[in-house]
């Protein structure tokens, strides 16, 4: 009885360590990963081909005098408009993102309208988040302002000094620097001072007429990196596993 018992377990354990049965699992995982794999792609050459036939905005120029940073649609951050400004020689630009992306639910930010936020932070692009840096030649340092922009207002939302080779764009600017004492909570500042740093950006053009530009260019590079992400992640998923 008991040879019979331990010849029985030998070849139930000899079945199953066989080479046969690895191989039919493997096979079976192998088999299952392509269906999923194929859905995978199928489902990305649909949404890949429904973004493609998406009608792109009208061409918008920026307002003069900014012109537009070259080749800003295909970095990953930086400035998108640049200009001179006045007799010292200014130096502006400015980088753009969603303010959804930027500033979490529920975050307290400026606009000195409160019809400009229309019911507070949300993923529409109709809510713009610039960060606009200011420099002089010979200067060691930039004056760089956070603001929201809106169809119709403009908003600051902080003012600082920070070195010129700090990190600007947008992947800057939610960042707070270690750059020593970078000024007071914009809301904090004295009512006469906070208007007088609203007009020392609007005559350098920082205002509202920005809005349709930025806002179709935001689209456009929205466009184009969703495009781009389809086609990494099929080329991808697609390509054959090296042996």
């Given at each position: 009885?008991?040879?019979?018992?331990?010849?029985?377990?030998?070849?139930?354990?000899?079945?199953?360590?066989?080479p046969?049965?690895?191989?039919?699992?493997?096979?079976?995982?192998?088999?299952?990963?392509?269906?999923?794999?194929?859905?995978?792609?199928?489902?990305?050459?649909?949404?890949?081909?429904?973004?493609?036939?998406?009608?792109?905005p009208?061409?918008?120029?920026?307002?003069k005098?900014?012109?537009?940073?070259?080749?800003?649609?295909?970095?990953?951050?930086?400035?998108?408009?640049?200009?001179g400004?006045?007799?010292?020689?200014?130096?502006?630009?400015?980088?753009?993102?969603?303010?959804?992306?930027?500033?979490?639910?529920?975050?307290?930010?400026?606009?000195?309208?409160?019809?400009?936020?229309?019911g507070?932070?949300?993923?529409?692009?109709?809510?713009?988040?610039?960060?606009?840096?200011?420099?002089?030649?010979?200067?060691?340092?930039?004056?760089?302002?956070?603001?929201?922009?809106?169809?119709?207002?403009?908003?600051?939302?902080?003012?600082?000094?920070?070195?010129?080779?700090?990190?600007?764009?947008?992947?800057g600017?939610?960042?707070?620097?270690?750059?020593?004492?970078?000024?007071?909570?914009?809301?904090?500042l004295?009512?006469?001072?906070?208007?007088?740093?609203?007009?020392?950006?609007?005559?350098?053009?920082?205002?509202?007429?920005?809005?349709?530009f930025?806002?179709?260019?935001?689209?456009?590079?929205?466009?184009?990196?969703?495009?781009?992400?389809?086609?990494?992640?099929?080329?991808?998923?697609?390509?054959?596993?090296?042996?």
């Amino acid at each position: 009885m008991f040879r019979r018992a331990a010849a029985s377990t030998f070849f139930r354990h000899a079945l199953s360590t066989s080479p046969y049965s690895s191989s039919a699992a493997a096979a079976a995982a192998a088999a299952s990963s392509s269906a999923v794999n194929s859905i995978i792609l199928r489902s990305l050459k649909e949404h890949f081909l429904e973004v493609s036939k998406m009608t792109p905005p009208p061409k918008i120029s920026p307002p003069k005098p900014y012109t537009i940073v070259k080749g800003a649609l295909d970095q990953a951050s930086g400035p998108v408009l640049r200009r001179g400004y006045g007799d010292a020689g200014e130096e502006i630009s400015i980088s753009v993102a969603r303010l959804a992306n930027i500033m979490p639910p529920g975050a307290d930010y400026d606009s000195d309208d409160d019809d400009g936020g229309g019911g507070g932070v949300s993923e529409s692009i109709s809510q713009l988040f610039l960060h606009v840096d200011i420099s002089r030649p010979g200067s060691s340092k930039s004056l760089q302002f956070l603001c929201g922009l809106y169809p119709d207002a403009v908003g600051i939302h902080s003012v600082c000094l920070r070195p010129k080779t700090a990190e600007s764009g947008t992947a800057g600017l939610a960042g707070k620097g270690g750059d020593g004492y970078q000024g007071r909570i914009f809301q904090e500042l004295d009512e006469n001072v906070r208007d007088a740093f609203h007009h020392y950006i609007e005559a350098r053009g920082i205002n509202e007429k920005l809005f349709p530009f930025l806002q179709a260019w935001l689209y456009v590079k929205d466009h184009r990196n969703l495009i781009r992400w389809f086609k990494s992640v099929g080329t991808l998923i697609s390509e054959p596993k090296s042996e």
